[in-house]
């Protein structure tokens, strides 16, 4: 149907608090991406998943980030703990298959940590 | 490792103006190359690639041409218009590696 969507689009967390991401990807996208968007840093990737699978994370920034992915669709990306250099845009891209350059991308969750 | 470079912005314009937006890379490999554009309270959207070298990208009026004797893929525009006003990223990916490399941004604004 549409194309790819996040929520919650804004997120405002205390520090120390845990906050979950969800993306919704393009139906039939069996790839999904999540990046992270910060001023300072650019764009970041931080993992990638073919089905359920994650054969790429090696851009989670900390073992207090984790994300899954259920029946081949929708994601959720969890911060534990949250600490103030994890505010940023988290962005959520699909494609379809291993087409890296077809990635559709979302409109973000501008996460703010107080 | 890999990287993407990208002119500092912000960049202002007038309408009609040429426009030229550098990028350079370093890879291992041979990379393909893109430009994304993320239009004001919207989505990043590919606006155009080149996956070997000598290959020219275009779309909407840009271009961008894969150049690997200076590791570079510049984004020109002959005439720029205010609706062309937006942050545009350069990126690299790697055959076998399912992400992007992106530069920080370039933020356009063009005046009328």
């Known amino acids: 149907g549409a194309g790819v969507s996040q929520s919650p689009s804004n997120k405002v967390t205390e520090k120390g608090k845990d906050v979950e991401l969800r993306c919704d990807p393009i139906s039939g996208h069996t790839a999904l991406y999540w990046y992270r968007q910060s001023l300072g840093q650019g764009l970041e990737f931080l993992i990638y998943f073919q089905g359920n699978s994650a054969p790429d994370k090696s851009g989670l920034p900390s073992d207090r980030f984790s994300a899954e992915r259920t029946g081949g669709s929708v994601s959720t990306l969890t911060i534990q703990r949250t600490q103030q250099e994890d505010s940023a845009v988290y962005l959520c891209a699909s494609s379809q298959d291993r087409v890296v350059y077809e990635q559709y991308f979302g409109p973000g969750t501008r996460l703010t940590v107080t | 490792g890999n990287s993407v470079t990208q002119m500092e912005g912000p960049v202002t314009l007038s309408e009609e103006a040429f426009l030229t937006i550098n990028c350079t890379y370093t890879?291992?490999?041979?990379?393909?190359l893109f430009w994304y554009v993320q239009y004001p309270g919207e989505g990043l959207q590919l606006l155009l690639k080149?996956?070997?070298?000598?290959d020219k990208g275009s779309n909407k009026g840009f271009e961008a041409t894969y150049r690997k004797e200076t590791t570079s893929f510049h984004l020109e525009k002959g005439s720029v218009q205010v609706s062309d006003s937006a942050v545009y990223f350069c990126a690299l990916s790697l055959q076998g590696a399912q992400k992007l490399v992106f530069g920080q941004g370039t933020r356009l604004t063009i005046n009328p």
């Open positions: 890879a291992t490999g041979y990379p393909s």
């Open positions: 080149a996956t070997k070298a000598d």
